[in-house]
């Protein structure tokens, strides 16, 4: 999700992209191909399939053609899926990454962008996350993969001089959006009058942040920086019974609900520190949920005939 809007940015500025992608059944492989047809065909794009851990493959298949920069967008998500497969998250987490710092040397290319997470502070009880508050105490594979990538990031800028933009994100969301995650399957399943399971009472709350927002923090984050950690996110947590009321409103239906235990590897609560995103990037979210949940639904309702089908366990 946020590899297309970011792509979709940059080519709308006249950039030049590689996608790279293996199109893996992590998630319901439907939603990928959905995004990558409103990519294929445009000027200046070009796409790959490829695994970005299978290090050789990686360097056969991309062009030789001097990039500018790489964005590692790839990912293995989801907490909970972590914990019963860490194996194949380290595979994409950290080897792959790996992978990427090293074609970056390879290819004296000079800035990585790396996605991460808002997932490595852990069970901070901060008011708000800074980028320099503990991440040492992971609580699922999932936010320790991504603690390992941004570690291995830091040891090739302080080695090989690369330049390093690492985005912590917080709980992304949107059109076309993961649908392991609470936006996509509660509107799918309040639209389609199915339950919804909520993992403790309601009051665990996100700091939930529009694709298109992240997307332009992204594109921003490619400027030189030297070695830098930066929160995207929206400024504003809402407690998940918030989000199901905002759904509920956008589609003009009524939830039915169940609760489950919390689960351990779930973080109580995420709320992004914003100040360095705008000292250095002159970024800030301009999304505010209730329209960034409105757009969410009118592209679920304009893409329903098949979506209502998209497996979102």
């Known amino acids: 999700m946020i590899g297309s809007r970011t792509v979709a940015l940059l080519l709308d500025e006249g950039r030049e992209v590689v996608g790279v992608d293996d199109?893996?059944?992590?998630?319901?492989?439907?939603?990928?191909?959905?995004?990558?047809?409103?990519l294929e065909g445009r000027a200046g794009f070009s796409y790959v399939h490829v695994d970005i851990a299978q290090r050789a493959a990686l360097e056969a298949?991309?062009?030789?053609?001097?990039?500018?920069?790489?964005?590692?967008?790839?990912?293995?998500?989801?907490?909970?899926?972590?914990?019963d497969d860490p194996w194949i998250y380290v595979e994409t987490n950290v080897t792959g990454t790996l992978n990427l710092l090293a074609l970056c040397r390879a290819r004296a290319i000079a800035k990585l962008v790396l996605a991460s997470t808002s997932s490595v502070y852990g069970a901070s009880r901060a008011a708000q996350f800074r980028e320099d508050d503990d991440s040492s105490r992971p609580l699922s594979p999932y936010a320790a993969t991504k603690q390992a990538a941004e570690?291995?990031?830091?040891?090739?800028?302080?080695?090989?001089?690369?330049?390093v933009s690492v985005l912590r994100y917080f709980t992304v969301y949107g059109p076309a959006g993961r649908p392991d995650m609470a936006m996509f399957r509660f509107v799918q399943r309040i639209r389609e009058q199915r339950v919804i399971t909520v993992y403790g009472d309601g009051s665990m709350s996100r700091d939930f942040t529009y694709?298109?927002?992240?997307?332009?923090?992204?594109i921003g984050a490619?400027?030189?920086?030297?070695?830098?950690?930066i929160n995207l996110g929206g400024d504003h947590p809402y407690a998940v019974s918030e989000l199901i009321a905002e759904v509920e409103r956008a589609l003009g239906r009524r939830a039915r609900v169940e609760h489950a235990p919390a689960h351990p590897a779930d973080v109580p609560r995420t709320a992004a520190s914003i100040e360095k995103a705008r000292r250095l990037l002159g970024w800030e979210p301009r999304v505010p949920l209730r329209e960034g949940v409105a757009r969410t639904v009118a592209w679920y309702e304009a893409n329903r005939e098949w979506a209502k089908d998209v497996r979102v366990d």
Not at 151 to 163: C, E, K, M, S, V
Not at 223 to 229: C, D, I, K, N, T
């Open 211 to 218: 694709v298109d927002d992240v997307a332009r923090g992204t």
């Open 151 to 163: 570690a291995l990031a830091h040891t090739a800028h302080a080695l090989h001089g690369l330049d």
């Open 23 to 38: 199109l893996n059944d992590a998630n319901d492989p439907r939603l990928k191909r959905h995004r990558l047809a409103q």
């Open 61 to 83: 298949a991309l062009p030789a053609g001097g990039f500018d920069a790489v964005i590692n967008l790839a990912a293995r998500v989801g907490v909970r899926t972590s914990v």
């Open 222 to 229: 490619l400027r030189p920086l030297g070695f830098e950690a």
